[in-house]
T-cell receptor
Framework: NAGVTQTPKFQVLKTGQSMTLQCAQDMNHEYMSWYRQDPGMGLRLIHYSVGAGITDQGEVPNGYNVSRSTTEDFPLRLLSAAPSQTSVYFC???????????????FGPGTRLTVL | RKEVEQDPGPFNVPEGATVAFNCTYSNSASQSFFWYRQDCRKEPKLLMSVYSSGNEDGRFTAQLNRASQYISLLIRDSKLSDSATYLCVVNILNYGGSQGNLIFGKGTKLSVKP
């Protein structure tokens, strides 16, 4: 199993550009989520999904959109990039048996995004 | 009060030392507690869950004190390979529906020296 994969690994954008960060998992996990990690801030939840067709906002959703058309994929879209969105983005997935937040989160390798 | 607080460190210790990390959380209704490990420029990975009765995995021991809303991680006989950032993670029920989501502490950096 590849686990959780993310593309691209690195990206540089100009202010105002849009782009999509890709995330895929092959573990048949229903729960998927996106976090951003900034120096001194820890990981913060952007959006999450408990299954295909179901998404919800996390702690810092502004400026980002998500969709979940399949169990495997959970792309994150930056609508109009801003320097404040410079960060490392991690996608994660977990099983939903029992209580989601009791289960191990499996993280992708991350996407390092710089917005100029 | 921040939801999950950790001493940022860094903790610089010699090989073989015992080191303890502490974490406090603010939501008394939290039910799930974890320690994740994150190597430099890598993704976080689960180190261990933390149970009410305390639990041990080899050189690692985790403790939970619900009354004080306090979690700890003890590493005995530190190895060079233990050098990483250790993240305290707690579930939060006040958003995310009935199941809640996870809140990550900022992490404590450990550096084990020869």
């Amino acid at each position: 199993n590849a686990g959780v994969t993310q593309t691209p690994k690195f990206q540089v954008l100009k202010t105002g550009q849009s782009m999509t960060l890709q995330c895929a998992q092959d573990m048949n996990h229903e729960y998927m989520s996106w976090y951003r990690q900034d120096p001194g801030m820890g990981l913060r939840l952007i959006h999450y999904s408990v299954g295909a067709g179901i998404t919800d906002q996390g702690e810092v959703p502004n400026g980002y959109n998500v969709s979940r058309s399949t169990t495997e994929d959970f792309p994150l879209r930056l609508l109009s990039a801003a320097p404040s969105q410079t960060s490392v983005y991690f996608c994660a997935s977990s099983d939903v048996r029992g209580w989601v937040s009791r289960n191990e989160q499996f993280f992708g390798p991350g996407t390092r995004l710089t917005v100029l | 009060r921040k939801e999950v607080e950790q001493d940022p460190g860094p903790f610089n210790v010699p090989e073989g030392a015992t080191v303890a990390f502490n974490c406090t959380y603010s939501n008394s209704a939290s039910q799930s507690f974890f320690w994740y490990r994150q190597d430099c420029r890598k993704e976080p990975k689960l180190l261990m869950s933390v149970y009410s009765s305390g639990n041990e995995d080899g050189r690692f021991t985790a403790q939970l004190n619900r009354a004080s809303q306090y979690i700890s991680l003890l590493i005995r006989d530190s190895k060079l390979s233990d050098s990483a950032t250790y993240l305290c993670v707690v579930n939060i029920l006040n958003y995310g529906g009935s199941q809640g989501n996870l809140i990550f502490g900022k992490g404590t950096k450990l550096s084990v020296k020869p």
